[in-house]
Structures are given as structure tokens and as C-alpha cells.
């Protein structure tokens, strides 16, 4: 379960904060003005939605490979796109 804190209160406390997501693994909620605007989450919990968000763009990439119709290179996409 997270913790909801203002960031005014966040500031005073950062260091226990801190040492709550780093080593008690507790996810934080930061609040302005009473509407959630941030999380503060432990490393092991960025890693996993990071693998999470890899995963997800694989399944795409996958089903747009599937998909019928002629594949192009990466590199001509980004100039077709302006990169």
C-alpha cells in the first residue's frame, strides 16, 4: 500500500522518505494542493515496470510484424517521420 504525503510535508521528511522506499520497498504518493503529481518507488519496483513497459513494446512490435502489408526499415520510418 502507498503512502499519500504533500510535497510541502515530503520536503521536512525527505530523508525518512527516502529510506522508506529504498529499504522498506513503500511506494509514496506526492500530492499538491490535495491532487496526486508524482511516485516515489523503490528501484526494484522501476526496474520491473521498466521490463513491464519492454515486454508490452515487444507484444507490439510483434503484432505489427504480423501484420499484412510491407515492412519498411527503421531508418526509413524516421525520415518519413522527420528524425
Known amino acids: 500500500m502507498a503512502t499519500t504525503i504533500s510535497t ?3 520536503r521536512k521528511q525527505f530523508a525518512d ?3 522508506k522506499v529504498a529499504y522498506g520497498h513503500e511506494s509514496v504518493i506526492l500530492t499538491r494542493r490535495g ?3 508524482a511516485a516515489l518507488v523503490s528501484m ?3 526496474e520491473l515496470l521498466k521490463q513491464i513497459e519492454d515486454f508490452i513494446d515487444i ?3 510483434k503484432e505489427s510484424l504480423a501484420e499484412p502489408g510491407k515492412n519498411i526499415p527503421a531508418t526509413e ?3 518519413r517521420i522527420g528524425l
Open 8 to 10: 510541502a510535508d515530503a
Open 17 to 19: 522518505i527516502v529510506n
Open 35 to 37: 491532487e496526486k503529481i
Open 44 to 46: 526494484e519496483e522501476l
Open 59 to 61: 507484444e507490439d512490435a
Open 77 to 79: 520510418f524516421w525520415e
